[in-house]
């Protein structure tokens, strides 16, 4: 067993204030990143500073703070970019992953999409990546379809590959399951379907903070992310396009900023990406999550990646050990980004995340946004932990010790 | 609040084996609602008898042991009740019924889906609506 670590985790929980705090009298044990991220320290400070120091709005003011804040925000744009491989001119910035995709669907889709077109998503989706589609398919007259599975919870490239063979018009996929933690081979599938005539959007909400990324290299037309769950402030993540596609878009959202000439009878657009950030934007959280950005790519993401696959290892080898413990996805670390789903003998989800909860210890119980995979699973729920930079080994037996307490409070 | 208060034998026994468990061939009232947050699923249905008496009543369900307990020990009480009297149970009686655990906010509403279940479906046959605002928990 690799127990030696990757990152200095006493130096990095040192930078998260949240993580000195008792929850009922113990340590607190936070196993649920997959939900949402802790803040360190300076992405913390990103957001006081600028509201106390130059908070101002963007892109429009000529006195000093007007300049500092616009420097900051188009300065956090283009770190953003960097740290997925995009072109900065082609990052627009968001609520979070679900508005992206929103964005996709209304300012792409109701262009794009015709009567009878097929639309492919895959089983495997958080809701933010099915239900857009169902509404696009039902405002168009298209069809959705969906990847089916295999029974190790990847994906089923078979049923894939014959659903290419029917023309769809768009492939949406998740980077990285937020329920079996599967790593789809993203680069793989946009290169097959690209080849069938589709767009692609690839849903990068549980990849982008866990594992290096490259957008150029995966190939997706659209790649979405949210800001919160990879250090950053909520309110705010990312589209990232292929270079030329959003020019030939119509906007998402009217108003201003999005705007170059406006007259009673027409407007023009201002060029991309403004044209799709209409209004005032997020600047304070795009700012911190330039912040997170620095954070991260001081850690090193191969680290990251390396950090939360020994967790993940260890702790599928450790928690296997107890009787009426079953796993949902891949057992591989390999194929497994930081996420374990599972079920503990007949204690259901939430009952253990309340004893859990007792002991300090954060974990998400539910359907997960995933109630066409839990389906699938035939469960009705799992329990899950997720994994992060200042997680330990240590936060893996806090688990261990935590089951162990929920199978004599319910006897099993 | 301690696993040992909330998870009594008493919610544990009724979990693992609910009583009332299962579908009436006949019935007059059907009634089910789920719980969006936890997934929880309660389905109720009712015969209704002589002087507009719960003469059967049965529950499907899957979800938490507290919700399930609930719902479970909620059929038991309302067997042989008349259906006004199900307009009279508030959420301390179904507290009440449960042991009096020490409860979240998050954890009440899984508690109280039994309730709002066999209310909505009773005031509907009596040809009201439930106002359910009494079951939608503390916010937290």
């Known amino acids: ?412 | 609040m301690s696993s040992a208060d909330i998870y009594k034998e008493l919610i544990l026994d009724y979990y693992r084996n609910p009583r009332n468990f299962g579908r009436l061939e006949k019935f007059d009232i059907d009634s089910r609602d789920t719980n969006p947050l936890c997934g929880d699923e309660v389905e109720m249905q009712i015969r209704v008898g002589e002087g507009q008496r719960i003469e059967e009543i049965r529950f499907v369900g899957k979800g938490c042991a507290i919700s399930q307990a609930s719902a479970s020990l909620l059929t038991e009480l309302a067997k042989g009740k008349q259906l006004e009297w199900v307009k009279l149970v508030t959420k301390e009686d179904v507290f009440k019924m449960l042991g009096n655990p020490d409860l979240g906010p998050s954890r009440v509403k899984c508690a109280l889906l039994g309730m709002k279940v066999l209310k909505t479906g009773v005031y509907g046959y009596l040809g009201s609506r439930y106002d359910d605002s009494d079951t939608a928990g503390v916010p937290p």
């Open chain 1, 1 to 412: 067993m690799l127990k030696s670590e990757v990152l200095d985790i006493k130096k990095v929980r040192s930078d998260f204030p949240i993580l000195k705090r008792m929850v009922h009298g113990k340590r607190l044990v936070y196993l649920d990143n997959a939900a949402t991220t802790q803040k360190p320290r300076s992405v913390i400070d990103a957001l006081v500073d600028y509201y106390s120091r130059y908070n101002s709005n963007v892109h429009r003011s000529v006195h000093a703070l007007g300049e500092e804040a616009t420097v900051a925000y188009e300065e956090s744009r283009a770190k953003t970019a960097r740290f997925v491989g995009a072109n900065p001119g082609d990052l627009v910035f968001v609520r979070g992953t679900t508005e992206a995709i929103n964005l996709v669907r209304f300012a792409w889709g109701e262009q794009n999409v015709r009567k009878g077109d097929l639309l492919v998503t895959t089983l495997m989706e958080h809701h933010s990546n099915i239900v857009p589609w169902q509404l696009l398919a039902k405002a168009r007259g298209a069809v959705l379809k969906f990847v089916g599975l295999q029974a190790d919870g990847t994906l089923d490239m078979e049923s894939f590959e014959s659903l290419l063979k029917e023309s769809p018009v768009l492939v949406a996929v998740t980077h990285c399951s937020n329920v079996l933690g599967t790593i789809n081979d993203v680069a793989g599938i946009c290169s097959k379907a690209r080849r069938a005539g589709a767009m692609t959007l690839v849903d990068g909400a549980q990849s982008v903070p866990h594992m290096p990324v490259d957008v150029g290299a995966i190939g997706s037309d659209f790649y979405v992310f949210s800001g919160h769950k990879m250090l950053g402030p909520t309110g705010i993540g990312a589209l990232a396009a292929r270079k030329g596609i959003l020019d030939a878009m119509e906007p998402f959202q009217a108003g201003g900023e999005m705007i170059k000439e406006v007259f009673l009878d027409h407007s023009t657009w201002n060029d991309v990406p403004h044209k799709f950030e209409a209004g005032t934007v997020n600047i304070a959280d795009a700012i911190g999550l330039g912040a997170a950005v620095d954070y991260l790519t001081a850690l090193g993401m191969g680290k990251v990646r390396e950090h939360e696959a020994r967790l993940i290892e260890y702790a599928v080898e450790t928690l296997s050990d107890l009787k009426g413990f079953v796993l949902y996805g891949p057992r591989d670390a390999e194929k497994k980004g930081g996420v374990i789903s599972f079920n503990f003998a007949d204690v259901h989800p939430h009952d253990l995340a309340t004893i859990l909860d007792e002991e300090g210890i954060a974990i998400r119980s539910g359907h997960h946004c995933a109630q066409p995979l839990m389906n699938w699973l035939n469960v009705s729920a799992t329990s899950r932990a997720s994994f992060h930079v200042y997680n330990s080994y240590d936060d893996v037996d806090a688990l261990k010790d935590g089951l162990r307490k929920a199978g004599t409070v319910f006897k099993v």
